[in-house]
């Protein structure tokens, strides 16, 4: 069982995944081929829909939702359209450990909910690598890095 606590940190944390991934996919929009244009335009509007989500469920919780900041870190530099290629896997790798995080701290629907996110950011982390791996969402963690804060606000 969980936490509420537990959760609401979970859904804090998703949150703020939520709000770098949305910043990132706005790089990588800016900087996709025209091929790709449109994956990612629709990872950012399915970014945008969860954030404001997890901004009602941080408000159920008794919570309140951490605002965007205003820009964020990237993890390298985004010159062209195979940079914005793996910023897009990164960003899906680290919502997926993440919402990883939520399974864990929650239940019922909420944790239907976050196992569903997991699932599609797995599923669009893959299309961008052209490849899958074997636990979405637990491979990062396993390797050692941080997930839970995706691309931290620039200081």
């Known amino acids: 069982m969980s936490d509420s606590k537990d959760e609401l940190r979970a859904v804090q944390a998703a949150l703020g995944a939520e709000h770098a991934a949305v910043y990132g996919f706005g790089v990588v929009g800016g900087r996709i081929s025209e091929g790709r244009r ?3 335009r629709t990872a950012y509007d399915a970014h945008r829909a969860r ?3 997890l901004q009602r469920a941080v408000r159920d919780l008794g919570g309140e939702p951490e605002p965007s900041a205003a820009a964020y870190a990237l993890p390298f530099a985004v ?3 195979d940079a914005a290629v793996r910023l897009a896997t990164e960003l899906e790798e680290r919502v997926a450990g993440v919402y990883s995080d939520l399974v864990r701290a929650s239940t019922g629907a909420r944790r239907g ?3 569903e996110a997991l699932r599609e950011a797995a599923v669009r982390a893959a299309r961008w690598r052209g490849g899958s791996v074997t636990f979405p969402g637990l491979a990062e963690r396993a390797a ?4 839970t804060a995706p691309a931290g606000p620039k200081a």
């Open 51 to 53: 954030r404001d989500a």
């Open 113 to 115: 909910s976050a196992a």
């Open 144 to 147: 050692g890095s941080d997930t």
């Open 79 to 81: 010159p062209d359209s």
């Open 38 to 40: 449109e994956e990612a």
